[in-house]
């Protein structure tokens, strides 16, 4: 197979054009950061401390899927088409943090998602793959338009031709219009994150080759948060709105945890738990964290490219859980602790939740939440002795979240020139409930207790289902997504 690659000279011109993109973009990052170098801040790009996060995170997974892409990919027959669309998506994204002129922005938004369609139905001789690539296309082209609708209603209201004259003109915009355009963004953001009812496409896209899956999950389902951080000053000022977005990312994260949880193949639970962290990362922005949005989205993109990358000795099917666990409470009460010091930890080192006004506290819960379900999976494991178990939740869990907050001061630091992320929002007492709610769901989810109700894991298990047409008919082609 590496004799076949070796002949291709486009694999290695862009798996080394990706790795000095990213040694550039760390470069351009220390200059600013260290030396205080100045970089164009209007007109046709902008590049702040979104635009440096996001080429440094998208220049290296594009670095780490093509490295692993030459060999694995060596025996394709379109190995060069594959490469050409890997550098154009990449370069894609690479553009659209950085735009500022609307029209480049939208070009690049468009484009992103017309070559990851492409690459979703790489293998063109299934049919199977070829239905994905036309799925997927009409979701992206549907989020394109009304992102264009959105961001073309404000040109027209503020005569604006850049995204920083736009929200600069956002106060002779009557609250209407503002409402509408907002609103229209934010579903371009929902489709592109396939959060619920938008998920279906992502969950269809399994015949995509795994480099391919890799990239999507680690890179362009995030440029919903990228959307929403970018235009911050359009929803701060409406706290209605940012309580409906964080209504919407709860909703998502919890109906994608139940339905992972039925999911009997382990690139579907890959797809289900990409859906649920989108909730998340969509939650974090109406909590009016959009640092934390864009650190969760990085974190999130190593974590599924790694395990994307590695599901080759692990794609099996298997049936669901069936809910049954030890009977033990000792996992159960070494999980509440860990998961107590751990948000103790993000609260110490964030300042987040800290203030019991503010949402830092619904956020530290959540991330509480997310270190209990971490430690009560590895606390289930058992090929590892009680002990093992227990040491390995005291080493792992808070050390990792340490580091966790850590990257998120480091990136909310270097944000700090782009407007309005970081906003504070006051708790309400519909925060309050929808907290509550939130706990209250992700527990039940958590401990599979709709498992017992055929009724309820029916309707989760119809929901998880990818469109008919994009799954192979055969049981010997489950394995086609790679060629």
Excluded at 62 to 74: D, K, L
Excluded at 255 to 277: E, F
Excluded at 328 to 342: D, F, M, Y
Excluded at 433 to 462: C, K, S
Aim: with cysteine; glycine share 8%.
């Amino acid at each position: 197979m590496s004799d076949i690659g070796e002949q291709n000279w486009v694999p290695v011109v862009s798996t080394y054009a990706a790795w000095l993109a990213f040694v550039l973009s760390i470069v351009v990052a220390v200059a600013v950061v260290q030396f205080h170098v100045a970089l164009p801040t209007g007109g046709l790009v902008r590049v702040d401390g979104l635009t440096l996060v996001m080429w440094c995170a998208v220049t290296f997974f594009s670095g780490i899927v093509q490295s692993f892409a030459r060999r694995y990919m060596a025996a394709s027959r379109n190995l060069n088409r594959f490469f050409v669309d890997v550098a154009l998506f990449t370069l894609a994204v690479l553009t659209m943090p950085a735009a500022d002129n609307v029209v480049l922005f939208l070009f690049a938004w468009t484009g992103m998602g017309l070559v990851m369609a492409d690459l979703i139905g790489y293998v063109s001789e299934w049919d199977e793959a070829r239905a994905a690539g036309r799925l997927s296309r009409r979701y992206f082209l549907s989020g394109s338009a009304l992102l264009t609708a959105g961001v073309g209603l404000l040109v027209l209201r503020t005569g604006a031709t850049t995204i920083t004259g736009i929200l600069d003109g956002l106060g002779s915009v009557s609250r209407p219009v503002t409402l509408i355009a907002a609103g229209l963004i934010v579903f371009a953001a929902l489709v592109q994150s396939a959060l619920f009812p938008f998920h279906r496409w992502l969950l269809s896209s399994m015949t995509a080759p795994t480099p391919s899956s890799a990239l999507m999950h680690a890179g362009f389902v995030n440029a919903g948060g990228v959307l929403l951080t970018r235009f911050a000053p359009l929803f701060v000022p409406e706290r209605g709105l940012l309580l409906v977005i964080v209504v919407v990312g709860a909703v998502s994260a919890l109906l994608a945890q139940a339905m992972l949880l039925v999911q009997p193949t382990y690139k579907g639970r890959l797809g289900c738990s990409t859906v649920a962290q989108m909730g998340f990362m969509i939650l974090q922005c109406g909590l009016g964290f959009f640092a934390a949005a864009v650190t969760h989205l990085v974190v999130h993109g190593f974590y599924k490219a790694y395990l994307f990358l590695s599901t080759g000795g692990q794609v099996t099917k298997k049936p669901p859980s069936t809910g049954t666990h030890e009977s033990s409470l000792l996992p159960v009460a070494a999980a509440l602790v860990a998961a107590a010091l751990g948000g103790v930890v993000f609260a110490t080192l964030t300042g987040k939740g800290l203030d019991p006004t503010e949402t830092g506290v619904f956020l530290t819960v959540v991330v509480t939440l997310s270190v209990f379900r971490a430690a009560v999976e590895l606390l289930r494991n058992r090929s590892l002795s009680r002990v093992a178990r227990l040491v390995g939740v005291a080493v792992t869990t808070i050390p990792t979240l340490a580091v966790y907050a850590l990257v998120y001061n480091a990136i909310s630091g270097l944000m700090h020139d782009v407007p309005a992320v970081h906003t504070p929002v006051a708790m309400t007492p519909v925060h309050w409930v929808l907290l509550a709610l939130f706990v209250a769901g992700h527990v039940a989810v958590q401990f599979g207790w709709f498992q017992g109700r055929p009724r309820m894991y029916a309707t989760l298990l119809n929901a998880a289902q990818p469109d008919p047409r994009t799954v192979s008919t055969t049981h010997a082609s489950g394995s086609r997504a790679d060629p």
